[in-house]
């Protein structure tokens, strides 16, 4: 990607930065945009639980199929519906992509295995509704937030793992994804809680051991199992698909270092691995909102 370059941050973390790309609209986010793209609403994706909703974003005129991104909601690993993320999905429609704008399950009633189930039964049925919508179904891609950027993570690396399947129907079709671009995610839970820079770096972390655990199941342990299989980053292999990693460098709810370890580990392993790592923003990217979502278009034009 040539609109990129790497450097060392103060901190020793390779960045990458945008060079060129200027952004020559604005985000949109109170604007009426209906001139813009069209919405098809609440359909059940997931035979799992009728809650399981997304909502098809499509530009306007297409004259061609495109590709389509699933765009996934953070927020603590709690179960979302995902109309808060709805301008994410909105600006990718209006930059000519389709967008796929998913309700899922999670914690306090559903754990780690149930919740990427339903991302990826989403998937599925996105390839199942594909033609009649002028979907692409061979450039599917996934951009999530906080815990929807640990999720993107885990879609992305978990392409072909049976386990991590569910039964949300459409078997037919593939749940593998193209690209992902993941936002502040928790890519290793194990070294979220044990690593003592990261640990200085997250206020209540008492707390977030305990959250996180409702959702990953068992009470943490270094050596558990499902923290370890929750963990993006042990599934890593050169076979994934490209990702970019976008995180703060002063993020106080998800350290920034689980981004870089995330971005090292796919570097050895031979996975094409973008980041960009940004002084100030914080974990809602407050100042850097049209600079990363510019970013994450550039990078789903290049990749799909």
Not at 172 to 180: K, T, V
Not at 276 to 304: D, N, P, Q, W
Request: hydrophobic letters at 40%; charged letters at 20%; aromatic letters at 10%.
């Amino acid at each position: 990607m040539n609109r990129y370059f790497t450097w060392a941050s103060q901190h020793g973390a390779f960045c990458l930065l945008i060079l060129g790309y200027c952004l020559t609209q604005t985000l949109g986010f109170t604007a009426d945009t209906s001139e813009q793209f069209k919405v098809h609403k609440d359909l059940n994706y997931s035979q799992a639980n009728e809650v399981l909703t997304l909502d098809i974003f499509l530009p306007k005129t297409v004259s061609e199929s495109v590709p389509c991104i699933l765009v996934i909601q953070g927020g603590g690993f709690n179960a979302q519906d995902g109309q808060k993320f709805r301008p994410f999905a909105e600006y990718l429609a209006e930059h000519g992509f389709a967008a796929a704008l998913i309700a899922y399950r999670g914690r306090p009633d559903h754990q780690y295995r149930d919740t990427v189930a339903d991302t990826k039964a989403a998937v599925r049925f996105v390839r199942s509704i594909a033609e009649q919508h002028s979907i692409d179904p061979d450039r599917i891609g996934a951009m999530g937030r906080s815990a929807g950027g640990t999720l993107a993570g885990l879609l992305a690396v978990t392409g072909g793992m049976e386990s991590f399947e569910g039964e949300g129907g459409h078997a037919d079709y593939s749940s593998r994804i193209q690209a992902a671009v993941a936002y502040a995610g928790v890519f290793d839970f194990v070294s979220r809680f044990t690593d003592e820079k990261q640990i200085a770096l997250q206020p209540n972390v008492e707390t977030k051991v305990i959250s996180n655990g409702e959702w990953v199941g068992p009470p943490f342990s270094p050596d558990g199992k499902d923290w370890i299989r929750a963990s993006a980053i042990t599934h890593v292999d050169k076979e994934d698909p490209p990702i970019l990693l976008i995180h703060c460098e002063d993020d106080a709810t998800v350290p920034w270092i689980q981004s870089e370890l995330m971005f090292e580990a796919m570097k050895k392993a031979g996975a094409d691995v973008s980041q960009i790592c940004y002084k100030e923003g914080g974990h809602g990217f407050k100042g850097r909102e049209e600079l990363s979502m510019a970013a994450m278009v550039e990078f789903f034009k290049e990749t799909l």
